[in-house]
């Protein structure tokens, strides 16, 4: 099995629920930030991305701050569904070859 | 829809071998990552390469070589294998500047 998501913290929520997973970025540099969202036995998949110009984007049923001041990021899932439990990671780019620094990842469960 | 192939899924080779991970990407990407992702270390990047010929190290690049002789094609060897190269190999394309990199399913390689 997947064994990606040991000794990652856990967010738990109710299916329906709105989910806020949350990331804290370490480059005052960065201006350019991806979510990705990682199911067992898959590669990371894109999910959203925002640049530093913004603080807020909208996607489908997500949505991304980012707080330049205090260098924090975080995903809003809407209406979480049993779908949506995976592995989730924050990633930023400092610039260059669009080489990305990952964050340690989020796993979230959606309970019925 | 991007589609980042990774030869293999799963690997398992003998200590001292020399082994090939190969990836391909469809989309006529300029860029191409390779990572190593263990449980709680995320993911961490051993080369990327931003054309054809061109490569750069990592953060861990110790043990690793790479080779990109076609822009569609990035393939990662270990020269002489160790048990510590056990891990998920993922490798990731995106376009040039601040864009997004898409993974391919992982390789998990195990090294007896």
């Known amino acids: 099995g997947e064994s990606v998501g040991l000794h990652l913290p856990t967010l738990s929520v109710q299916e329906g629920d709105n989910s806020i997973i949350n990331c804290a970025y370490s480059n005052s540099a960065s201006d350019y930030f991806i979510w990705y969202k990682q199911e067992s036995g898959k590669g990371p998949q894109f999910i959203i991305d925002i640049r530093s110009n913004m603080d807020k984007r909208q996607g489908q049923r997500v949505t991304v701050l980012l707080n330049k001041t205090v260098k924090h990021l975080s995903l809003q899932i809407a209406a979480t569904q049993p779908g949506d439990s995976a592995v989730y990671f924050c990633?930023?780019?400092?610039?260059?070859?669009?080489?990305?620094?990952f964050g340690a990842g989020t796993r979230l469960a959606v309970h019925p | 829809d991007v589609k980042v192939t990774q030869s293999s899924r799963y690997l398992v080779k003998r200590t001292g071998e020399k082994v090939f991970l190969e990836c391909v990407q469809d989309?006529?990407?300029?860029?191409m990552f390779w990572y190593r992702q263990d449980p709680g270390l995320g993911l961490r990047l051993i080369y990327f390469s931003y054309d054809v010929k061109m490569k750069e190290k990592g953060d861990i690049p110790e043990g690793y070589s790479v080779s990109r002789e076609k822009k569609e094609r990035f393939s990662l060897i270990l020269e002489s294998a160790s048990t510590n190269q056990t891990s998920m190999y993922l490798c990731?394309?995106?376009?040039?500047?601040?864009?997004?990199?898409?993974f391919g399913d992982g390789t998990r390689l195990s090294i007896l």
């Open positions: 989309m006529d990407h300029e860029n």
């Open positions: 990633a930023e780019n400092p610039g260059g070859y669009n080489k990305l620094i």
């Open positions: 990731a394309s995106s376009l040039e500047g601040q864009q997004p990199q898409h």
